[in-house]
């Protein structure tokens, strides 16, 4: 029977893988595989190491190491895929594994090539191992994903508000505007009385004026004389408070 071609290059997850994340998954999907075996698991088909890079960051040694990887895909391909197999097909896997990881070395190829020319099921073995393998980098994808954002409802649509239509234009006639009336005219305001002009008055007569001027002269006189009288009279009040005598 013609072998199934290997596929050049595995399928690995699509971002940095952490190893305590890779091995905890491992650990997860098969409970019952020992510890070398889960850490040469994750560290090569999951974070994508090398073997040599494994055993030098592990101290393990590499025949070890591939016993570990070859326990632990032997495992996967049994929790997926159970076949039935003898001493023979047992030795076939181990140089399945090997040459997965490009480390099977002469006169390796040779037998296995022959091994999988007759019989069918390691070819089987072969192919379903590529499938667990690939199952084991989705189941681990998909348990790393971030949880989906939760859907929010979507509120219903308000209710449409009925609107009334608009009534009808109508045209209003708009009075012209009045002329203003003409102004009547004001009646003129009262004159102002003018106060009459005195009339200037009539000279005196000579005669009169003579006889004014004659009453003042004596009045001025007159005036003198009692001016005088007091004066005596003052003196000789004086006089006799003084003590004096006539």
């Not at 994340?21 to 994750?42: I, S």
């Amino acid at each position: 029977m013609e072998r199934a071609s290997l596929r050049p290059v595995p399928q690995r997850p699509s971002a940095p893988v952490d190893p305590a994340a890779a091995l905890a998954h491992v650990e997860g999907t098969l409970p019952g595989l020992d510890e070398a075996g889960r850490r040469a698991l994750a560290l090569v088909d999951l974070v994508g190491r090398t073997p040599p890079q494994v055993c030098a960051e592990t101290g393990i040694a590499e025949p070890d190491l591939a016993d570990a990887l070859a326990r632990a895909r032997k495992a996967l391909r049994r929790a997926a895929f159970p076949l039935p197999g003898s001493g023979w097909c047992e030795r076939a896997e181990r140089l399945l594994s090997d040459e997965l990881d490009g480390a099977l070395a002469d006169p390796g190829p040779r037998r296995l090539a022959a091994h999988l020319a007759n019989c069918d099921r390691c070819v089987e073995h072969e192919r379903r191992l590529w499938q667990a393998r690939d199952q084991l980098v989705l189941s681990f994808e998909q348990a790393r994903a971030p949880a989906p954002a939760p859907q929010v409802a979507d509120e219903p649509d308000p209710e449409p508000v009925e609107v009334p239509d608009p009534e009808p234009l109508r045209l209003v006639e708009v009075p012209a505007p009045a002329e203003p009336a003409e102004p009547e005219p004001a009646e003129p305001e009262p004159a102002m009385p003018v106060p009459a002009t005195p009339e200037p008055a009539e000279p005196l007569p000579a005669a009169a004026e003579s006889r004014l001027s004659l009453r003042g002269v004596a009045w001025a006189a007159s005036m003198a004389v009692a001016v005088l009288l007091a004066i005596v009279s003052l003196a000789l009040t004086i006089y006799a408070i003084a003590g004096g005598g006539f």
